[in-house]
Each structure stands twice: as C-alpha cells, then as structure tokens.
C-alpha cells in the first residue's frame, strides 16, 4: 500500500474548531459549485468533454489551442455554456442558474476552479493550506480560518495541484518531487509540498499585491513613517547610497522599493530584475528582467534554468544607471555586492531578516554560498558588504501596520580613516572589524513613533 493511500485510510484528526485561532476562525464561507448544483459531478464530467471537443474544433480551424485567454475574454465560452445547458437536459440546469453555470465552469475550465473564488477575493493577502480540511487566509493583516475547506481529501488537493498548477507549467509533482513552485496567471507565488516531506499536501499562496502608492505623500498617507523620514529617503535617493529594504515575509519590503525608486531622477535607466513580477515602480526608464525555470520534465528543447546570478551579469552589460532587485535569497549576493562595487550606486534589493545586524549576517552567509567566492575569507566579505551597503532600512508588520522601525547607516571604516570622531559618536555599534551601525532613524516602543537620530554621514570620498 502507497504511503497516500495509508493517509487516506488512516483516521484524520478533527477538523479545527472556532476556539483554535483566537476566535477569528469560521468567520468566512465561500460557497462552491457542489452546493448550487447537487449534480455538479456529472456537470463537470460533460463540461469537460465538451470543452475538449470545442479545443479540439478551434485547433483543426487554426485557433491557437492554449489560448484560454482569447476563451475568456470573448462571447465564444458564454455561447458555449448556453449550448451546453440547452443541448444537455438530463443534466437539469435551468435558465436562472446560467449565471452560476458559467461562473463555476469558467473557474474548472479556464481557470484554477475552487481556488479562483479566493483569488478573487482582492481583500485576501496570503493563502494557506495545511491539510485538505484546514485552509487559513490572511486579509488586513490578520489570519482567519474558512468554515468549510474547499477540498474534501488529500487526494482531491493533489489532483488539483497537478492539474490546474504544476501539469499546465510542465513540472512534475510526485514523491520524487515532493516540493515545487509555481507562478500563477495573476502573479502570485504558490509552493506546494507532499509525501515524503509531508504527511499531507499542502500549499501556500503569496498574493501579487495589486497596490500602488503613485506618490510618497499617497505612501505617506498610511503612517509607515513621518513625513521628514521621507525627506531623508529623498535625500537618499538622489545621493544615489546602495540600500537594503530587510523585513519579514510580507512586512512591506516590495512597497518600499517601488516608492523608493519612483524618487529616482527620471533621466537615469533603470534594470530590475526578479523571479516573478511584482516591482510595480512608476518611472518613464525602466526594463524588467526575470528568472527562468525551464520546468521539471525532461526535455529536449535546449532550454536551461536562467538564475539570479545570471540575470546580474547580462544586466551589467546593459550599462543601467541603477540595478533594483526584488529579492536576495541565495549565491547571487555575491554577484550583487561586486557589481555595486563596479560603480551601480543608488541601487536598491530587499532580503528577509529581523534587523541590521541579522541582515548583515545573511549578506555574508549568502555571498558564501558562490563558487566565484573562491578563497576570500570571512574578513574580507565583511569589508565587501561594508563598503558598498550605505543604509539598511527594517520595516515590520505590527499588528496589520507596517512601520518603518529602523535606518541604519553602514559605516566602513577606512571610508573614515581621517575623522576618527566619529567612531565615538553616541549609538555607533561595531559589528565587525571595519564595520559599524549609525542608527539614523529608531523606533520608540513607549510612544509607538519613529525619530530621527542622526543625519546620513558621507564618507570621505562623498
């Protein structure tokens, strides 16, 4: 017997009740097609080989097969409901429910079925499945647990990850791959795991934030931080000093970057480059790279994965003003601290950590992890980081607010081998043997506020 065939027969523990989440559990419904329609089974089964015949009729008349979206976006998949309502009576769909009909099937055919009622869902932040009956989103920054799971086993889980996710993508999900990513069709990022790893299938989805702050004052407008730190961030900007946006997972980093960038001055080009699209950055000079995975099927195409790590070497010969990267998560660090050390300053990335200090620690840990490191020791990728980090701005969810709660000032100390005051300035941290922390913004958790502690201090060399 298969180890998802022992989950399967294997008593389940009892669903979580109201009183497991701090009692913000069963506080949302989504009804699905199974409780409009009592027959949808048998709906669905001759939907889908109509809809395969209808494929089958737009290929042999030249239609592009795998343009669902050209489905979607014209009368051809309505006329294809009505049709399939009207030539189908045994299965008992009445007029008034043609509405619903077309809903339900648009999700199952064209789009990611159950699923797509919570991406719809533009209040929704965050998905997460941990097991086929449990299903928690996050809307506002808060967590909340759905009544009633949209799944009604394991196996239905992961027939619908292979499916509507990885099997469209070309990659594999199975007990040899019991881990893998995906992109879906409106940005956001899912990651789906199974046996052996899992005792359950299981996903997250990380929503594509569809908001844009157009302007600083609009930002400003939320109480992430005072009007004179943005001031700062100007001043920042325009001094073109390398920063680095460090936060938890969805504390806000993305949003900063893009605010922060639009105050690039607009005759500079701008290069980004990310694993998904999700900058949104309002500036008349900017070109978009992005990683490649060629998917976990064999084939014979030629193609490769394109990395981080490769992306940064094209864009270096691209001659861009400013490189943003959306996230540094891995062996491209070192990638990024060299090209900044070849005359890129003012650009901007974002890496997942809990303060300055951690930051630190990651940027050298990850740099570490390439091979082109060769023999440099510790010591020296502490000096690398040193002397192109200026600022490290730490932003947090508190509460469903996310605040700016740090900016410190990376200071490298031979930059300021002639002023020796200022290794004795009050806050100044030594973190390693030429690296020291200038707090010049701090958060004050008595009075829940943001203050400015010093101005930024220029090196030697301006």
């Not at 920063?243 to 504390?251: K, N, V």
């Amino acid at each position: 017997m298969s180890d998802r065939s022992r989950t399967q027969q294997n008593p389940q523990p009892d669903a979580p009740t109201a009183d497991d989440s701090n009692g913000t559990v069963g506080q949302h419904i989504v009804t699905g097609a199974a409780e409009v329609f009592e027959n949808w089974p048998e709906i669905q089964a001759v939907a889908r080989t109509n809809f395969s015949e209808l494929l089958q009729q737009r290929d042999e008349a030249g239609k592009p097969v795998h343009s669902r979206e050209s489905l979607a976006e014209s009368n051809e998949f309505h006329n294809f409901v009505v049709s399939l309502q009207r030539s189908s009576p045994q299965l008992g769909i009445p007029e008034h429910q043609l509405n619903d009909l077309n809903r339900f099937l648009r999700m199952d055919l064209l789009g990611l079925g159950i699923m797509d009622l919570y991406l719809a869902d533009t209040q929704i932040e965050d998905i997460f499945l941990d097991r086929w009956d449990t299903l928690d989103v996050i809307r506002g920054g808060h967590k909340t647990r759905i009544a009633q799971a949209p799944f009604q086993s394991d196996q239905e889980v992961f027939q619908w990850l292979q499916a509507k996710v990885f099997g469209p993508l070309n990659k594999d999900f199975n007990r040899s791959n019991p881990s893998e990513n995906a992109v879906l069709a409106d940005g956001s990022r899912l990651i789906a795991l199974t046996q052996p790893i899992s005792p359950y299938t299981s996903f997250a989805i990380r929503r594509h934030k569809k908001e844009v702050f157009k302007t600083a004052q609009a930002y400003m407008d939320t109480g992430i931080a005072p009007p004179e730190f943005f001031q700062d961030l100007q001043g920042w900007v325009s001094g073109k000093r390398n920063m680095i946006m460090s936060g938890a997972t969805g504390s806000g980093k993305t949003t900063f970057i893009n605010v922060a960038a639009s105050m690039i001055p607009h005759d500079e080009r701008i290069l980004t480059l990310e694993d998904t699209p999700e900058l949104q950055i309002h500036h008349p000079r900017i070109k978009p790279l992005y990683t490649y995975e060629k998917g976990s099927r064999a084939n014979d195409s030629g193609e490769r994965d394109i990395p981080m790590s490769d992306l940064l070497r094209y864009a270096l010969r691209m001659k861009p003003d400013r490189i943003i990267i959306g996230e540094v998560r891995d062996r491209e660090t070192f990638d990024m601290l060299d090209a900044l050390n070849t005359g890129h300053a003012g650009s901007f990335t974002t890496l997942h950590s809990n303060s300055a200090v951690d930051a630190l620690t990651r940027l050298q840990m990850m740099s570490s992890r390439h091979p082109a490191r060769g023999n440099l020791d510790g010591s020296t990728m502490q000096d690398l980081i040193a002397s192109v980090v200026d600022i490290i701005v730490q932003i947090t969810n508190l509460d469903g607010d996310r605040r700016v709660v740090s900016a410190e000032q990376v200071i490298y100390g031979p930059h300021y081998a002639e002023r020796p005051e200022v290794f004795s300035q009050p806050g100044m941290r030594r973190i390693y043997s030429n690296l020291y922390l200038r707090p010049l913004w701090r958060w004050d958790a008595d009075s829940n506020t943001l203050h400015k502690t010093e101005d930024f201090l220029a090196p030697d060399h301006g």
